[in-house]
């Protein structure tokens, strides 16, 4: 499956941006998502994941509270609402994706568990 990340863009901070990736296949709802981040000189970081069916998900301690990982699968799409964005967040954002049995709930947090990967959208977000 191939994924297009899109939505980055330029913030101040206190902002909101939503980052959307779809997927090419129309197979998206047998796949556990996630987003993970990577700033400067720093490794990827896991940032939220959701189980093909919509839930359960999971966040960051970082960005608990400010992000919210969503899917529409009859859109074969995953969404990240970003919302009081920090300087801190500043980093290239990616979708991943995993194949998922049908029923399962397991989320994946390392960059090692996923198959497929976006190619990236910058989030910058100016103090």
């Known amino acids: 499956v191939q994924l297009q990340a899109s939505g980055g863009g330029l913030v101040q901070a206190g902002g909101s941006l939503r980052l959307s990736c779809a997927a090419s296949?129309?197979?998206?709802?047998?796949?556990?998502t996630g987003w993970f981040r990577q700033a400067p000189g720093k490794e990827r970081e896991f940032v939220a994941a959701?189980?093909?069916?919509?839930?359960?998900?999971r966040h960051a301690n970082s960005v608990r509270g400010r992000f919210t990982i969503s899917r529409d699968n009859a859109k074969d799409t995953i969404y990240l609402q970003m919302n009081n964005l920090k300087p801190e967040d500043t980093a290239v954002y990616y979708c991943?994706?995993?194949?998922?049995?049908?029923?399962?709930?397991?989320?994946?947090?390392?960059?090692?568990?996923?198959?497929?990967w976006g190619q990236g959208t910058q989030v910058t977000v100016s103090s």
């Open positions: 991943a994706a995993k194949s998922q049995e049908f029923g399962g709930s397991a989320l994946y947090t390392e960059t090692s568990q996923y198959d497929y």
């Open positions: 296949d129309g197979t998206f709802s047998r796949f556990a």
């Open positions: 959701i189980a093909w069916r919509g839930s359960p998900t």
